[in-house]
């Protein structure tokens, strides 16, 4: 088969050196050659070639032949696990991009609804210290985390603030006032 191979190719190389000698000789006015001769033409010229390479040259360059086609399977082999170990990573990076966003959306999720959660009992505080007296709403708001008691009192009405901030210690609302003041900006 390869010995087969091989004679086409001394075919080919023949043919195209003949079809460009018969090119010159179109163009030099010499004479041209028949179907036939030009076979006859390139079967001798085959069978010189050949004739060069002694027996023992052609089982050489049939095995090395045959040992590239088998380095080329081994490569196309190799590329073609590495294409499928590639597309197994793209599949799992994929899959796990997926699983992070899924992740972050339930993140955000839960930090949206803790803040809501914290404006609700924020507005029912307002609510709670509304309704109390000034001196009780402002012992509250004194022990209560100074943001937290800031956005409070900013959701109160201006006369219950101030009545708040007379009845709470000096330095309390000296302190809360300065926030209250900076949450206004």
Known sequence: ????????????????????????????????????EFLD????????????????????LTKEMMKKEREIELEQQQLKQRQAELDAIEKDLKTKIKDFQGQQKKLLGCLDQ?????????????????????????DVLSVQDVDIAVRILGRLEPVKVSKIFNSMDKEISARLQKQFMNMKK
């Open 1 to 36: 088969m390869k010995t087969y191979v091989f004679l086409l190719f001394c075919l080919w190389i023949a043919f195209s050196h003949v079809s460009m000698a018969e090119e010159a000789n179109k163009e030099s006015g010499k004479k041209t050659y028949s179907e036939k």
């Open 114 to 138: 803790n803040d809501k959660n914290q404006k609700d009992r924020v507005n029912h505080m307002v609510e709670v210290v509304s309704g109390m007296r000034p001196a009780t709403a402002a």
């Open 41 to 60: 033409a390139v079967e001798k010229e085959v069978n010189n070639r050949l004739s060069k390479y002694s027996s023992q040259n052609m089982v050489g």
